[in-house]
């Protein structure tokens, strides 16, 4: 998928919702439009006309997706950022207007589960809010189990025990309470899936208890959209458009790309979709992988990288692009 049509959106609400994080509300710049309808786990890619560069971040749709009159967002306020949620938190207010993409759902519940347990962590709360809203109504089994650092940081969590009751189980990190995942998981229903949104760490540690736990590959759902961080500039040498391009160090590869005309594919744009994966064809320096689609042995092998997150140290680094 190359850069899919972009819709103007106007922002109609902007609340502080915990520590660092906001929501947005979203409608149509074309008064009285509806937005397209989604399902539950879609996200859109947000573009942000930053004075000196286009920045395009995908945030979980949180809304319910049976109304399409707006879009619901929520941005966590990322220190050292590359300017994503900075410009979102500094200069997004009520009357602003945005480009975000058609939503994408990467992330859906599964049709035929026969339970659905839900584990967030921080701001991973955002795309179970729009799963929850279509699970419950059509009377599907869920929890959520949700570990934030404190009530302050936690977002939406006073809603959602108002909402859906006993469903929702909250561990407080200062509290000392931690998700006890593996009991969790060994009282379920055979059929049932869990899915995992968060951090790094978190995501693999509900993998890894799951998978320890005796649970299929194919019941086991996650979704993290990454960053690529700040860094040095370096070079890249396009083999086929016999190219080279500078990615800046507040830039990602597939950013640089774009910025040089050349057309690249892309789905999720945070190293979660596998759709910009590019053979290497050769290199001298190091990689900095940021994804968490390639494995061990990929990133260890210098053939592949994801130009949407992942960095380079060094020289030479020549794609097939």
């Known amino acids: 998928m190359t850069a899919s049509p972009l819709r103007r959106v106007r922002v109609a609400e902007v609340e502080p919702v915990a520590n660092r994080i906001k929501r947005f509300r979203l409608v149509s710049a074309d008064s009285g439009a509806p937005l397209s309808e989604f399902s ?4 859109v890619t947000v ?5 000196d560069r286009l920045i395009r ?44 993409s058609e939503p994408l759902n990467l992330f859906p ?39 934030v650092r404190s009530l302050e940081d936690g977002a939406f ?16 990190q200062d509290k000392g309470q931690l998700v006890p995942l593996e009991q969790v998981l060994s009282n ?22 799951a998978t320890l736990a005796g649970w299929p590959d194919e019941s086991i759902h996650s979704e993290q959209f990454s960053a690529p961080p700040v860094g040095k500039p370096f070079i890249v040498k396009l083999a086929r458009s016999a190219r080279e391009i500078t990615v800046g160090g507040h830039q990602s ?17 945070g190293g979660a979709c596998g759709q910009c994966e590019t053979d290497v064809i050769g290199y001298d320096g190091r990689f900095l992988h940021n994804d968490h689609w390639l494995d061990d042995t990929q990133k260890a092998s ?20």
Request: with cysteine; hydrophobic share 35%.
């Open 40 to 43: 539950g786990g879609s996200h």
């Open 47 to 51: 573009c942000m006309h930053a004075p």
């Open 57 to 100: 971040n995908p945030y979980s749709l949180m809304s319910c997706p049976s109304d399409p009159s707006s879009y619901e967002i929520s941005v966590l306020k990322v220190p050292d950022s590359r300017g994503g949620s900075e410009f979102m938190h500094d200069h997004v207010r009520v009357g602003s207007e945005l480009e975000i």
């Open 109 to 147: 519940p599964a049709k035929r589960a026969r339970k659905h347990i839900l584990v967030a962590g921080g701001i991973g709360i955002t795309p179970f809010m729009s799963m929850m809203s279509e699970l419950d109504a059509v009377g599907a089994d869920f929890e959520l189990h949700y570990g």
């Open 157 to 172: 969590c006073k809603l959602l025990e108002a909402r859906y009751g006993p469903r929702i189980r909250l561990y407080f």
């Open 188 to 209: 379920q229903p055979l059929g049932a899936h869990m899915y995992v949104c968060g951090p790094k760490p978190m995501i693999e540690w509900a993998i890894r208890t």
């Open 253 to 269: 590869i597939l950013e640089a790309l774009e910025q040089n005309g050349i057309d690249a594919p892309f789905l999720c744009r």
């Open 302 to 321: 210098g053939t592949k990288i994801m130009p949407c997150v992942s960095r380079f140290e060094g020289p030479t680094l020549v794609l097939d692009r």
